[in-house]
């Protein structure tokens, strides 16, 4: 198993992190670990920037009630580390009862956390929409829904996608976290093989993994912020 | 000749503070009315209240014979009626200029985006940007910003368009485009109320001259008589302010 040193540093480096017999047998593994992650990573994006912007437009109307619910929700979510609320549901929820499966629990929770920060984002990004849009489209005789729909949200939009892009980002990374409550994610996948084979490599893995996908999505984060800035008038 | 908007008493009030105090105003229909008067003194607001932009504290408007402080009007479709043209254009960015002009013609009035298009590109054409319908607001003057603006509350088909200091914004170089298309709308025999400082197309283009100060109308009558003849202290002391 071991290397003798002698044998030069840069072996050993490739001993440790890319033996080429565990990277196949562990190549399976690995790529289920991906799809899992693919797989909710997608679901937490979809739904929690949905949310987000529901919750954002909600506000809009400015119904004292609804807004200050909102607020306290948001918050809440963001102060709170996101591993701390996916223990406290994945092992508490069954004392009371209800027991969820590791993959709900991982994705309802990114999804909140990623929902209140977009909707941070968002509020901001609508109330930066300046008065006179709001005016000039009421004074076509839009009403409020319209102006809301058509001329406001898209440009609030168009302002927030790279604090968003980059909140969005740093959210699905935390589908890592799946690991602590049993989730079939890369990260998990990886230490598991870590600790049967005892070498670092499927870690590497894992880490390889990761870059290959997260580095697409920051590439396409920074063309859609060059794609959508456009001066304004 | 026919009163087309009429306000009666209009007051607004901005917490403790007056901004308006019972205002009587009427435009007949073919009238081209020029709002002069100090800053603060409540052009902007009365203009705002004709299609309750702005919420009057108190009075009436008529328009086109519905008395628009009812509740059961639709506002909404009396304002598509009652252009408006704003000092800082306030054209939509994200959209072309073609979609500047189609938004409330499309949600409004219900035009399907064929009807709607040739529509706006007729109104692009008559300020002078025909071949602008693709360009976005950014890539625009401050002068053909606005004429897209005139343009897009001219295809409402309106029957009174409220300019609130249209050149007030632009270059000195770039207002006579202005003008001049609102000169030509002035010949299509569209009826106006402008709020400026351009005296020399007031001179030219209006009917009547309003001055207003505090809140109030002190004064109106021809240009001739509010520029050549003032009755009122304030009306002459404003008069030499602004160099006339
Ligand atoms: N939303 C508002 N809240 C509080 N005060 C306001 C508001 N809008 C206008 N005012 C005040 O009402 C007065 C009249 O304002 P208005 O904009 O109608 O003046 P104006 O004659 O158009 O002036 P200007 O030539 O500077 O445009 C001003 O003193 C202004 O500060
Ligand atoms: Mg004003």
């Known amino acids: ?233 | 000749m026919a009163a087309i908007l009429e306000a009666r008493g209009l007051w607004k009030s901005f917490g403790d503070f007056d901004a308006l105090k019972g205002v009587d105003f009427t435009l007949n229909a073919g009238e081209l009315v020029f709002v002069i008067g100090p800053s603060g003194s409540g052009k902007s607001t009365m203009l705002r209240c004709f299609n309750r932009l702005e919420e009057p504290t108190d009075g009436s408007v008529m328009f086109e014979g519905v008395d628009l402080m009812n509740r059961s009007v639709d506002i909404n479709l009396m304002r598509r009626r009652l252009g408006m043209v704003f000092q800082q254009f306030n054209l939509y960015p994200h959209l072309t200029a073609r979609d500047n002009v189609t938004l409330a013609l499309r949600k409004v009035l219900g035009k399907s985006r064929a009807e709607a298009n040739e529509i706006a590109e007729a109104m692009l054409d008559r300020v002078g940007l025909g071949d602008k319908a693709d360009s976005h607001p950014g890539a625009l003057s401050g002068g053909q910003q606005q004429r897209v603006a005139i343009a897009r509350a001219l295809a409402l088909e309106p029957s009174v368009m409220l300019f609130d200091e249209p050149t007030s914004a632009l270059d000195p170089e770039l207002v006579g485009s202005v003008l001049q298309v609102m000169q030509q709308l002035r010949e299509a025999g569209m009826t106006m109320v402008v709020v400026s400082h351009e005296m020399r197309f007031a001179r030219a283009a209006a009917d009547r001259v309003i001055f207003m100060a505090d809140g109030e109308i002190l004064e109106e009558g021809t240009p001739d008589k509010i520029f050549g003849a003032p009755e009122h202290a304030r009306t002459r002391e404003f008069m030499q302010e602004i160099g006339q």
């Open chain 1, 1 to 233: 198993m071991s290397t003798a040193p002698e044998a030069g540093t840069w072996a050993h480096f490739i001993e440790t992190f890319f033996r080429p017999d565990l990277i196949d047998q562990y190549a399976g593994a690995i790529g289920k670990g991906v799809i899992v992650t693919c797989e909710i990573a997608v679901l937490v994006v979809i739904c929690g920037l949905a949310l987000g912007m529901l919750l954002a437009i909600v506000r809009a109307y400015r119904i004292r009630a609804l807004s200050l619910i909102i607020v306290g929700l948001v918050d809440l979510l963001r102060s709170l580390p996101p591993l701390v609320i996916i223990l406290l549901l994945y092992f508490g929820l069954p004392t009371v009862g209800l027991t969820l499966s590791g993959f709900f629990v991982l994705w309802l929770v990114l999804t909140l956390v990623l929902a209140a920060f977009a909707e941070e984002i968002f509020w901001a990004g609508i109330l930066s929409v300046r008065k006179g849009q709001w005016e000039a489209a009421r004074s076509t005789g839009l009403g409020f829904n319209q102006c809301l729909i058509y001329v406001v949200v898209p440009q609030a939009i168009r302002m927030t996608v790279a604090p968003l892009t980059n909140r969005t980002i740093a959210i699905t990374k935390n589908t890592a976290l799946g690991t602590v409550i049993g989730v079939g994610e890369i990260l998990n996948e990886a230490s598991t093989a870590q600790s049967f084979s005892g070498s670092a490599t499927p870690l590497m893995m894992g880490a390889i993994a990761y870059i290959l996908l997260f580095i697409p999505v920051v590439i396409v984060g920074r063309w859609i912020e060059t794609r959508f800035q456009w001066r304004r008038a």
